[in-house]
């Protein structure tokens, strides 16, 4: 049968249908495209289920880092698992899609063979009312950065071609927002931080600490600084090379990383120096903490080639009032740090002040 055959009504049903289709598809197309990922998690979990008449939604975004997948936002009134392991046995449908980069689908998950689905693998099948889902891996520039999970078709025991194809849609679409978020983010990440450490930069810490001397001139407190230096760098450099040198940068960063809170600053401040923010901590206390540095540091050499590199660090310390300038601050704990290494490095010293500085 041509067109010219068709019931006029189901032309015209047929086209309402399209343009009706396409008035919720484009919009909600321009949403997703975006840098909120919790934006992008409301659209997964309550737009995208609507148009292919699911109940349920779940988005999950993978840890490359880890090989692991976490619950993002769901809509279950159930227990469902909040994290996924790309390595664990049974292989979980999830990580198949990710393996695969293609849509899983499944009309029924009792029967279904290709892949065959274990009962092991079925936790929480009981909690639906149908036995039919769709697992959708989110792929950005060939990489998988997600899987967005729908269940429980309501008006079919399956989901039908159309529904498909939107599926498809749209997991390409918040696949590739998302993998525009992970990129910002990195970009982010690299503009404040220092590449081979890991801690902020030399300009992030004294953003950072503008911010928190204008917090303690607001709210009361006083912040305690601690500059680094690493003893002998030149020497490593010059007998084992540059990479060695780099080696034993990270170990210290690392270690200095270790002594202090979440809520504190560690930065490094240029070549072999480094910066630490200490929030609400007394003199004596940011003592403790320097002195502990010290002795973390002489306590773990580094190797190169299988020779032993014993590693040192000299420190300054002070603590200052909300009125004190940046400049000021690293200034001090800096004269404290100089008198660290002409008493013979491997040490602490605590700037104090003069009448003039007070």
Known sequence: MNSTDKNPAEVINNSDSNIWLLEQVTPLARQINCLEIDRIADLCIKNIPKLVGASFASLYILDETNNILHLHKHNHPFLINKIVSLNQTPTPLMVMAIRSKELILVPDIDSHKKPIIRKSQRVFAENYRTKNCAIAPLICQDRVVGVLNLADKMDSDHFNSGDIALIELFSQLVGASIGNIKL????????????????????????????????????????????????????????????????????????????IRQIDTAARYGGDEFAVILLNTSLDDATVVAQRMVDAVASSPTTWQKEQIQLSISVGLGQYDAETTPEDITSRSDQALYMAKQAGKNTVRIFEPTKNDR
């Open 184 to 259: 910002f983010e990195k970009i982010q990440r690299q503009a404040t931080t220092d590449g081979l450490t890991g801690l902020v930069n030399h300009k992030t810490f004294y953003e950072i600490l503008e911010k928190e001397l204008w917090r303690s001139r607001r709210y009361g407190g006083r912040i305690s600084l601690i500059m680094i230096d690493i003893d002998n760098l030149k020497n490593i450099n010059d007998a084992y090379g540059h990479r060695a040198g780099d080696k034993a940068i990270r170990k210290i960063s690392k270690k200095i990383k270790e002594c």
